[in-house]
């Protein structure tokens, strides 16, 4: 089986502090959570949050707590997969949160992101080293937002080595719209766009890795779900295939938008399977 693809995440960011696992490749020596490490990965390409997200702050965006899912919402999602995308959002949520450096949804995010984790058994990740890692680091927007892109990285792991890479495709999924709809709702701006624009390859590596899981007989008994998430992911697909060198189209663009709207809410609020 190939290693989890999650570990290729993290490489787009390029700034994980002390994490261990196959696949990465360190610069450096001996270091603290205040200090930034590059890592390297070559079998995967999806873009990690933290990127897009250091990218508003560069570009001086405004924080905005109003488009992010209420961590009050976290105790609503009861079923394993539901857990699992909630997770990859909430997540999604805390990294955001973390590279504006707001310290209390920083520990609000965590929280909840802990709680889901515990009810998925998973202990990576979200354990209270990290809450220890949080405080003492809670002054520095660089180290919290490498805490948070660790924690996660831990998490996903765990569950690809400890025979729940079942449900991880649904961390992953969640993860990835989140960000993406965080980054639309943020702002407006051409620079945004291009970025959103430029989507295109992580979208399809994203397709191909749920395909490659599908034939994993772990994962055989929540494949009806993963074709759901292709299936979005496909009709997202189409629209960027209409994109013509990498020109901004107003109508393309806004209809990327609705469709990462739509597959996100979808996430905060899973559509109910009605009983016959």
């Known amino acids: 089986m190939r290693k989890s693809p999650i570990v290729m995440m993290f490489v787009i960011a390029a700034t994980l502090m002390s994490c261990g696992g196959s696949g990465y490749k360190y610069q450096g020596g001996n270091h603290t959570d205040k200090e930034q490490q590059k890592v390297t990965y070559t079998k995967y390409d999806i873009p990690l949050p933290v990127e897009l997200f ?40 805390l990294a955001y949160c973390a590279v504006y450096n707001k310290q209390q949804a920083v520990m609000d995010y965590f929280n909840c992101s802990q709680s889901i984790a515990e009810n998925l058994n998973v202990s990576a990740g979200f354990d ?44 992953i999924y969640s993860s990835y719209i989140e960000s993406l709809y965080l980054t639309i709702k943020s702002n ?66 806004n209809d990327i938008c609705s469709k990462i709207i739509t597959m996100r809410n979808e996430i905060v609020s899973p559509p109910q399977k009605k009983i016959n």
């Open 188 to 253: 407006d701006l051409a620079a945004t766009k291009t970025q959103i624009i430029n989507q295109k390859q992580g979208l399809l590596n994203l397709i191909s890795y749920l395909y490659e899981v599908m034939i994993e007989s772990t994962a055989f008994y929540y494949n009806m779900d993963i074709k759901l998430m292709i299936w979005k992911l496909n009709n997202l697909k189409t629209i960027y295939e209409k994109i013509i060198d990498k020109d901004i189209d107003p109508q393309l663009y």
């Open 128 to 171: 209270r080293s990290y809450i220890d890692r949080f405080e003492n680091n809670i002054e520095c927007a660089d180290s919290l937002s490498s805490i948070a892109s660790n924690s996660y990285w831990e998490a996903c792991n765990f569950l690809d080595e400890n025979g729940k890479n079942n449900i991880l495709p649904f961390v």
């Open 54 to 93: 250091t990218y508003l702050v560069d570009e001086s965006i405004p924080f905005n707590p109003d488009i992010l899912n209420n961590p009050a919402n976290g105790g609503k999602y009861t079923k394993e997969t539901e857990q699992a995308a909630a997770l990859g959002l909430y997540s999604a949520d």
